[in-house]
Structures are given as C-alpha cells and as structure tokens.
C-alpha cells in the first residue's frame, strides 16, 4: 500500500513546481498496472454478491453480517480508490506527472486507499471480538453486540480511520511530501512528525492488530472446542443443536478471515517496522529503492488476492451462501424454462378465450372436459369475456375435495356450462 515510499533523509526546497518525476520500475507496470486492475474487478464483483446476500431481509438484522457487509465494502473501496492509478499511472514510459496528477495520485494512494483499508482492519477486530464474546460470554454478547451497537461501532471506526491518516491528506494539500520535486513520500530530517506518524501506523495498522486477532482467536477456538465436547455430551434437543452448529460455522468462518487477514499483514508489519528503525540507526544496512517498490507491489497483490479469499470461505463455510450464488449462475437457464412455459400457458389462454364457453360442449366431447382441471382459474377469471362477468361469484369460490368427487375447477366448469 505503501507504494512510492520510501525513507530518505536527504533536504531540499519547499517550492512548488510544475513537474514532478515518478521512480517507476518495469515490474509495477505489469503488476499494479495490469494484474492489480483485474483483481480489483473479481473483487468488487464478488463483493457485491457478498454484501446482496447478507442485505437480504431474512439476515439483515444481524450483527455479525451487518459486520460481513462492511469488510466487503471496505476492502472493495480500497481497491476501487488504487484503480485510477492504475489507469493513469502505472503506465509505460511515464516518468513525469504534473502537479494535480502527482496530488490525486497520492491522495488516492497515501489517505482514502490506507483509511479504508485501516478501516477493514479493525472491523475484522471488532469481528473477533464479537465472536470471542459469542462463545465465552454470551450473556454480554447478547446484550453488547447488538444491530445498532454495531452499526456505530463501523461508523466510530471508519471516522477514526480517515482522522488516523489525516497527516498524510495535510502534506499531499501543502506538497511537503517530497523534498526533489519528486513525486513519492519522504520522512523530514530530523524525523519528527513523519516518524510519529509512522509510529501510529506501525502500531495501530499491523502489531495492535495482530496481536488482538491472534490472542482472540486462540481463545475462541479453545472455548468453542470446549462448548462443542460439552454439547455433544449434554444436549438432545434438535433445535439447539442446529442453532449451536449454526453459531459454530460462523465463527470458524471468522477465524477464517482472520487468518487471511494476518497472511498479508504480519510480514509487511515486520519490513515497515524494520525500516523505521533504520531511521534512527543511520549504519543499518539500508533497502534501496527497488526493494521498497517490490515490497509494496508484492503486499498490495497479496492484499487484494486476500480480500478475494474472503469470498471463497464464506460459499466454503456457508451452505446459504452457496446455494444462493448457484441459483444466480443458473438464473438464465430457469427463466429460459419459464419464459417458455409462460409463453405456452399464454398461447393456450388465447385458443380458450377464442373459443368460448359456447364451444365447451364441443371441448368436452372430444375429451378436454374430462381432465378440466388443468384448464387453469385464470381463463376464467379473464376480463375480456362479457360471459364470465355475469356467472355468479360462488362458481369461482374454491370447494373442499371431501365434498365433491370433482376437482375444483372441473366443478366451477360444469357451472359454467349450464349457466
């Protein structure tokens, strides 16, 4: 996420020019300008399944899915906000961008992608948090964990998310990211605000998280192992047991997506903190240039392809999930099928209606009469026969089988034929 920046501690002037030199190597054109968009397409696609699915009415009410919802968007936006530097960017033999290019191209990198990203963080957080309070204290759970409790707990996390990076916004407006008229992030010298700056990402970014997620789910997993042994020993009745198999799913599904949350993080977690210590020790062995870009490039990928994993746990781990995103890919064929039968049944109506009740004798006799109760109530019902306004309302009203050898609407036929 992190592209472009890199910790050089060289000074220059402040002034503001008109052209700005980009440090753009060979390898980013294929990975953050070709690879990168179509991952963020697959993503955003998937998630939008995701966020339908769990927005549907009977799963709405939910906190734990009101939670889903907002790591799909999260992690969706933050691949939509590096899409336009892609486009414009991370392009062939583009070395100079001007002022305003190199501006949006560091608003869109350095705050509104890192927010949302920040932001899908601690959602998956606040997620194990509200597991681990499912499984080893559910009475606080029920009374905690609440649909409008979570609801402003995202929006409590995403202000602060957007406030955390706010340094970034202010030097992207001011221009004091770069001391070359270069257009990457640079820390001052001596680092002060760049360095605390990078301290509070550091910590509240990756090893705050880390060390929460980890520590919860290794105690949801232990509890949840305990409640399903004594369960299976003490429980015998069938409802509970589903709604504890039901509880259960999601929370390994949330230990899931936990784990895929740390795979990215932890190693990029370790050089970001490796390379702030270098900050303050001038003899440590320094990364050049091109082994910043390959980190960045490689965690963004990595990032991405995780927020995707997210959607193949959840048909792996949810049956619902799964079914529902079959009956889409098999949506055409079935509305081909009744298309068809539509199409039938309305051809049929139409040879009834032109016919009339006058030729039912006539259908009778040759043998339609005597299975009519697969002449369908609406051809009855139809309003462009002047006959059927006048038949009595007790004629359509539906009769028991008890009371009558005849099917339903092979009774209000013969009605009709005598009328």
Not at 20 to 41: A, H, N, Q
Not at 64 to 77: C, K, P, Y
Not at 192 to 198: D, V
Not at 239 to 244: F, H
């Amino acid at each position: 996420m992190y592209g472009n920046e890199y910790y050089d501690l060289e000074t220059g002037g402040d002034d503001y020019y008109d052209v700005y030199y980009l440090t753009l190597f060979d390898f980013e054109v294929i990975t953050l300008g070709r690879v990168r968009p179509i991952i963020i397409l697959v993503v955003a696609l998937a998630n939008i399944f995701v966020v339908s699915y769990f927005l549907a009415d009977k799963r709405r009410g939910k906190p734990t899915n009101l939670l889903f919802v907002s790591i799909a968007f999260s992690d969706t936006m933050t691949g939509i906000a590096l899409l336009p530097n892609s486009f414009n960017v991370y392009i062939p033999n583009n070395d100079k961008l001007s002022a305003v290019a190199c501006n949006t191209f560091m608003v869109w990198k350095f705050y509104i992608a890192i927010a949302f990203h920040t932001a899908s963080i601690w959602q998956t957080v606040f997620l194990g948090i509200q597991r681990y309070l499912c499984v080893c204290h559910p009475l606080i759970f029920g009374r905690i964990c609440t649909f409008w409790k979570t609801m402003v707990a995202i929006i409590v996390i995403y202000i602060l998310s957007f406030l955390m990076h706010i340094y970034q916004l202010i030097n992207v407006i001011t221009h004091n990211y770069t001391n070359s008229h270069e257009c990457e992030w640079r820390a001052d010298y001596p680092c002060k605000n760049a360095c605390l700056y990078m301290w509070i990402c550091v910590i509240f970014q990756h090893f705050l998280p880390v060390f929460l997620l980890i520590g919860l789910t290794i105690q949801t997993l232990i509890s949840l192992h305990k409640a399903h042994r004594q369960a299976s020993l003490n429980m015998s009745d069938k409802v509970n047991k589903i709604r504890r198999s039901k509880e259960r799913i999601i929370t390994i599904t949330a230990v899931l997506i936990v784990i895929c949350f740390l795979v990215p993080d932890v190693p990029y977690g370790i050089y970001k903190l490796y390379v702030l210590i270098g900050i303050y020790r001038p003899t440590s062995v320094k990364l050049d240039v091109e082994t910043h870009h390959i980190m960045s490039s490689a965690y963004e990928i990595a990032l991405l392809v995780s927020f995707h994993v997210l959607f193949w746990i959840y048909c792996t781990m949810i049956s619902d999930f799964r079914r529902a995103l079959i009956h889409v890919f098999t949506f055409m064929c079935f509305k081909r099928d009744c298309v068809k039968r539509h199409q039938s049944l309305n051809s049929y109506q139409r040879t009834f209606l032109t016919n009339g009740f006058g030729s039912s004798r006539t259908l009778t006799d040759s043998g339609i009469g005597e299975n009519t109760d697969h002449i369908p109530l609406m051809g009855i019902n139809s309003t462009t026969s002047e006959k059927i306004h006048a038949v009595d309302q007790k004629i359509l009203r539906p009769m028991s089988t008890k009371e009558s050898d005849q099917p339903v609407c092979s009774t209000a036929y013969s009605k009709q034929t005598s009328v």
